[in-house]
């Protein structure tokens, strides 16, 4: 069952952040943010794992953060695209690996982790469920699923400017919470809890904004997006769109929509053969 009608092509945006490793640390203040709150929420859950998976781990950022809030813990970083993954030879720290995977399709035993830990990687995916229902496999009983991804609200100012130039995908849709709540249950997550933040920030203009997408490699990857040049006509009405969004004596808004999801794995009891 798909959960959104914006297909993404999965080859374009491994892609896009194969091409985009070399600077995606330098653009990704907002994701290094909304790591930190993932940390910190980490912080307040009672855990001792022994596994963890940081899925989407891209540059390995959050490596050595999670190594110090779990010392004892083995972390493997998983990516698909392989080029991010070169922290590992800068980093060879024994307690932290990295492998080159699809999320949708982990080399992980079933129920061998304690911990899935993902930031900002589930929106790249058209249909989440494979995803959520193969980190569910590799998940111990009792152990915690904690993410974040981007709400519907988010690149809300690009997505009305695109409006007025045509009808074609050109920015992502992002599934809200509720729906989000659906997909962990079907797989079998339970004790679900949800929460929302929306942070504003400013842009000095489209131009800007364009660059810094490309930078983290976070641009259209819809399955039917344009492949040609943007038209000076059809770039003039977006930018006049967006522009009359300026704020008085700043930039143009853009908005992002942190969604924060933690849930569990229940005390799956297996059928003694006999019984």
Known sequence: ??????????????????????????????????????????????????????????????????????PQACIIGIDAAFEMLHWKQAHPDRRSEALCADVRALPIAPSSVDLAFSNLLLQWLDDPGPAVSEIYRVLADRSAFLFATFGPRTFAELRGAWAEVDSDPHVSEFMDGP?????????????????????????LDLKTLAGHLRQIGATNRHVHRARGLLGRKRLTTLTRAYERLRRPGGGLPVTYEMLYGLAWTPLRLTRVSGA
Not at 5 to 34: N, W
Not at 180 to 201: C, H, I, Q, T
Request: net charge negative.
């Open 1 to 70: 069952m798909r959960t959104r009608v914006f297909e993404l092509d999965f080859g374009a945006v491994r892609k896009g952040f194969r091409m985009a490793a070399s600077t995606y640390d330098e653009a990704a203040g907002l994701q290094h943010r909304i790591e930190s709150d993932l940390i910190e929420r980490l912080s307040l859950l009672d855990l001792r794992p022994q596994w963890i998976l940081d899925l989407g781990c891209g540059t390995g950022h959050a490596i050595p953060s999670l190594a110090r809030q779990y």
């Open 179 to 203: 729906a989000w709540g659906n997909v962990l249950m079907r797989a079998g997550f339970v004790e679900v809890v949800l929460d929302a933040d929306v942070w504003v920030e400013e842009v």
